[in-house]
């Protein structure tokens, strides 16, 4: 019997100023299109990419006008 393995992704986001890293929320999502669609909602117009971290296997999301916010996302 085959079992199926769902990955998670838990999703923190950060805000960077005045030289101090902020926890703005953090949630669980069932996939990356699911966080995906959440940053472009909340975000509307705002251009980002993600990168993958090396050796975390982190994703970290930024956007392309504003480097003060971004994502973390890790498996769970």
């Given at each position: 019997?085959?079992?199926?393995i769902?990955?998670?992704?838990?999703?923190?986001?950060?805000?960077?100023?005045?030289d101090?890293f902020?926890?703005?929320?953090?949630?669980i999502?069932?996939n990356?299109s699911e966080?995906?669609?959440?940053?472009?909602k909340k975000?509307?117009?705002?251009?980002?990419?993600?990168?993958?971290?090396e050796?975390d296997?982190?994703?970290?999301?930024?956007?392309?006008?504003?480097?003060?916010?971004?994502?973390?996302?890790?498996e769970?």
């Amino acid at each position: 019997m085959n079992t199926i393995i769902m990955k998670k992704y838990l999703v923190s986001e950060y805000l960077y100023e005045d030289d101090l890293f902020s926890v703005l929320g953090t949630k669980i999502y069932q996939n990356l299109s699911e966080i995906i669609t959440m940053i472009s909602k909340k975000y509307p117009g705002m251009k980002h990419y993600m990168t993958l971290s090396e050796g975390d296997d982190k994703y970290i999301i930024r956007f392309n006008e504003n480097d003060k916010i971004c994502f973390l996302i890790e498996e769970v």
